[in-house]
């Protein structure tokens, strides 16, 4: 059983078709969530209100990056232990939260990684090769093993994010965190989760993200 105050942190953009399943499913198991509405066109934030979540919105669309860095900051100012961070498309299995947590008490780790690419047959083949490549270049600049760097279902403890300074305003966050969190010397450790691929439509635009990817990368080597 765990020992310490977690709550979950749902970045959503135009999720009205999944975030309220998600949130009940959350809701399970008595843990509080903030699902901070991106500047959704749609009915994002209003069902995931009336399904449970305490909804945080921005007026305009600013980016993953700034959803999860106004997540942090309410999950701070409420005196958290650790938050546990998940997208709102409903490609994270809820049931898999308690790992996540359970692990990262028993580990004493300031991250636990979802890796999805224990289950790679569900994953589509050249998103595949994509993130064992970028996974591959991250974990080498942090020099921590880290399969799956680009999975946005992860356990963060607080003193992770009260050390560092996040700058990101987009896909790009992932990557930046765990830098940042490895340049800190923070025990990073990753645990096979189930992926749920159910046709939605992604957000992410390959090129623009692989350039902000790189800059992430240079940023970091030129601070080091």
């Known amino acids: 059983m765990s020992t310490g105050r977690y709550c979950v942190i749902i970045p959503a953009f135009n999720a009205e078709k999944t975030i309220g399943t998600l949130v009940q499913h959350i809701r399970q198991q008595g843990l509080p969530i ?117 999975c946005g279902f992860r356990l963060i403890r607080k003193e992770v994010l009260s050390s560092i300074t996040l700058q990101s305003k987009r896909f790009e966050i992932e990557t930046e965190l765990l830098l940042r969190a490895a340049a800190k010397r923070w025990k990073i450790v990753s645990v096979p989760v189930r992926t749920i691929y159910n046709g939605h439509e992604s957000h992410i635009q390959p090129l623009r993200e692989s350039l902000r990817f790189i800059g992430v990368i240079l940023r970091h080597l030129v601070w080091q």
């Not at 909804?55 to 305009?60: F, N």
């Open 34 to 150: 903030f699902v901070v509405d991106d500047g959704s066109s749609d009915h994002t934030a209003a069902v995931a209100a009336a399904s449970g979540a305490l909804v945080v919105s921005h007026l305009r669309n600013q980016g993953k990056g700034c959803a999860l860095r106004t997540g942090f900051e309410h999950a701070l100012r409420g005196g958290y232990d650790g938050i546990v961070t998940l997208d709102g498309d409903g490609q994270h299995d809820p049931a898999d939260i308690p790992q996540l947590i359970r692990t990262g008490e028993i580990q004493h780790a300031g991250i636990v990684l979802g890796n999805r690419l224990m289950d790679g047959a569900t994953m589509p083949s050249m998103r595949r090769r994509t993130n064992a490549l970028m996974s591959a270049v991250v974990s080498a600049v942090a020099r921590q093993r880290i399969p799956d760097t680009q």
